[in-house]
């Protein structure tokens, strides 16, 4: 096997696009701070950052390979076809995860400890006790995901700020659309791994209702928080567009409850929080 073709599976276990995401957001956080680092400094503490959320998600996987031998989704993956052993994944991972705490801890204390609170909440609390017994982990998996933006600005203010909560909790509610969409369309590879997702529980109405009312719930705060930071006018208009969009998106999703318009709002809901997050950045 070619070294290319190993590191391509190597990148598989960190989930880069999710991964990505998490880092775009906690930059979006500091620059809405008012920055202050210099370049090296910057890319020094995202770097630690990046590091423990890979390492974390190649854990999972080393975790839940039993369940993604079962699934469709994610029956290819590097550990369930054997590419890369369970043993391997986990030095891997945890020296992602040693390597970036060591960083963060260097670059701040409170940075380091909230990465670290990412970190046990996504591979203690969800993937190891929550994930397989209760179709509420989602809450602590969006938990998880909201570090990261909490740490952004932790960077800068060197304090867990009001603001700071809010994109944190923006986050946590804008997390269970991409799960639960996910859930919904592959309902029967969650029953036959024995996984109890929101829609198998509660049914896939109540799940789109659920999801409706988080992305009203995210948008809100997230317009809020572009108030709280005197942002520009043009990005408040684009924001109180987005917001209005967002409500008719999602009272078509509870009114007349579709896989077409969970779909729709499902991408609408990731543009929103992607262009909101820019508006913040720039």
Same mark, same amino acid.
């Given at each position: 096997?070619?070294?290319?073709?190993?590191?391509?599976?190597?990148?598989?276990?960190?989930?880069?696009?999710?991964?990505?995401?998490?880092? @775009?957001?906690?930059?979006?956080?500091?620059?809405?701070?008012?920055?202050?680092?210099? =370049?090296?400094?910057?890319?020094?503490? /995202?770097?630690?950052? /990046?590091?423990?959320? $890979?390492?974390?998600?190649?854990?999972?996987?080393?975790?839940?390979?039993?369940? +993604?031998?079962?699934?469709?989704?994610?029956?290819?993956?590097?550990?369930?076809?054997?590419?890369?052993?369970?043993?391997?994944?986990?030095?891997?991972?945890?020296?992602?995860?040693?390597?970036?705490?060591?960083?963060?801890?260097?670059?701040?204390?409170?940075?380091?400890?909230?990465?670290?609170?990412?970190?046990?909440? +996504? /591979?203690?609390?969800?993937?190891?006790?929550?994930?397989?017994?209760?179709?509420? $982990?989602?809450?602590?998996?969006?938990?998880?995901?909201?570090?990261?933006?909490?740490?952004?600005?932790?960077?800068?203010? &060197?304090?867990? +700020?009001?603001?700071?909560?809010?994109?944190?909790?923006?986050?946590?509610?804008?997390?269970?659309?991409?799960?639960?969409?996910?859930?919904?369309?592959?309902?029967?590879?969650?029953?036959?791994?024995?996984?109890?997702?929101?829609?198998?529980?509660?049914?896939?109405? $109540?799940?789109?209702? @659920?999801?409706? =009312?988080?992305?009203?719930?995210?948008?809100?705060?997230?317009?809020?928080?572009?108030?709280?930071?005197?942002?520009?006018?043009?990005?408040?208009?684009?924001?109180?567009?987005?917001?209005?969009?967002?409500?008719?998106?999602?009272?078509?999703?509870? /009114?007349?409850? $579709? &896989?077409?318009?969970?779909?729709?709002?499902?991408?609408?809901?990731?543009?929103?929080?992607?262009?909101?997050?820019?508006?913040?950045?720039?």
């Amino acid at each position: 096997m070619s070294i290319l073709a190993i590191i391509r599976f190597y990148i598989q276990l960190i989930k880069t696009p999710q991964t990505g995401l998490l880092i @775009f957001t906690a930059f979006a956080a500091y620059r809405s701070a008012g920055g202050g680092l210099d =370049v090296w400094n910057l890319m020094f503490a /995202l770097a630690g950052m /990046l590091f423990a959320i $890979s390492g974390t998600t190649a854990l999972n996987m080393v975790f839940d390979r039993d369940i +993604d031998a079962v699934m469709a989704r994610t029956k290819n993956r590097p550990i369930p076809k054997g590419i890369i052993t369970p043993k391997t994944a986990s030095i891997f991972g945890w020296t992602l995860i040693i390597a970036g705490s060591l960083i963060n801890f260097w670059m701040s204390w409170l940075y380091g400890l909230v990465i670290t609170a990412g970190v046990f909440f +996504d /591979l203690v609390v969800y993937t190891i006790w929550l994930k397989r017994k209760s179709p509420w $982990s989602i809450v602590f998996g969006g938990l998880s995901g909201g570090m990261p933006i909490l740490a952004g600005r932790v960077l800068v203010t &060197e304090q867990i +700020d009001f603001i700071g909560i809010l994109l944190m909790l923006a986050i946590v509610l804008w997390i269970p659309t991409h799960i639960l969409t996910m859930a919904m369309n592959h309902s029967k590879d969650y029953k036959l791994a024995g996984v109890p997702t929101f829609p198998n529980v509660f049914g896939f109405n $109540s799940a789109r209702i @659920f999801i409706a =009312v988080t992305n009203l719930f995210a948008a809100g705060i997230l317009l809020t928080v572009g108030y709280l930071l005197q942002i520009n006018h043009s990005g408040i208009v684009a924001m109180r567009i987005g917001s209005l969009i967002m409500l008719i998106l999602s009272l078509r999703l509870i /009114l007349k409850p $579709s &896989e077409k318009a969970n779909f729709t709002l499902f991408k609408y809901a990731s543009l929103f929080m992607a262009g909101a997050m820019l508006v913040f950045a720039l």
